[in-house]
């Protein structure tokens, strides 16, 4: 256990340092969702381009991965939706807020540098997967159904943030690079080769920013479920389609695993503004990167164990 948490304590004490200087007033609100912007549209995307251009597309790309944490991810979003709609009796918009939360990661700030430290490079190829999944699947279909029937805007509001997203296109153009079987000019990989490391550790300062800047509610059932449902259900569910595939080595599945178990994305509260219940969305990210540190701590304590 002492070696899970050697991993795990360094990585929420620099999310606690974030939340400090916000908090602590060294750093505004503005600033650290300003830094966030830079991560997500620069320093990761400079990692990803940088690992998937140098290896085959075949091996960049496993499909059984994208299908797998596919499956995993659509059935815990229809189970938390269902289930705030018909037991919660929640409105369509609310129940669409739960099943996100129960379903989609914080992959590019949170679950990028925890698989980075404890698997190394395959963090990069399940990044690129993860980040497939959840931005051209699984946060269009939430926008789908809960604004649904709001005509060419809704059309705009879901396709223009996939097709302009830094990580997709990093993803893609590394994917295009490596097929081509050419290679960057000495100057411009040297230049992403400095940037590439800086990303993670950023990116867990930004998280905890971000978790400063919002109010905390008293805990209700939605938000206990929810919490349930992302820290719980979600890797649970990753875990088993995974493992049906019957094909992916054991690195790749605790991958998908830990990216699945890692809070829901920063811009959740965002969403819950949007439709209408904020302060439940963001007492659920608060809850959530909280306890995150239990529940990923334990995952690599029970994969560490001897058989």
Known sequence: MVEVLAITFPIYLIIALGFAVVKGGLVSVEDIRALGRVVIGIFIPATLFVNISRVPVAEAMRWDFVVGYLAGSLTIFAVGTLFAAKVLRQSRQVAVLQGLGMSSSNSGFMGFPIVAMVLGDVAVQALAM??????VVMIPLAMLLADGGRGQSLLQNTLRPVLSNPILIAVVAALALSASGLAL???????????????????????GGIVAALSFAPIKGPVAAVVAGKLVLHPLAVLVALTLSGSLPQDLVLAGVLFASVPMMSIYALFGQRWGAESFAASALILTTVLSFLTVSAILWLTSSPA
């Open 130 to 135: 993860a980040m497939l999944v959840e931005n």
């Open 185 to 207: 000019p000495g100057a411009m990989e040297r230049t992403l080769e400095i940037l590439a490391p800086v990303g993670p550790p950023v990116a867990l300062v930004a998280v």
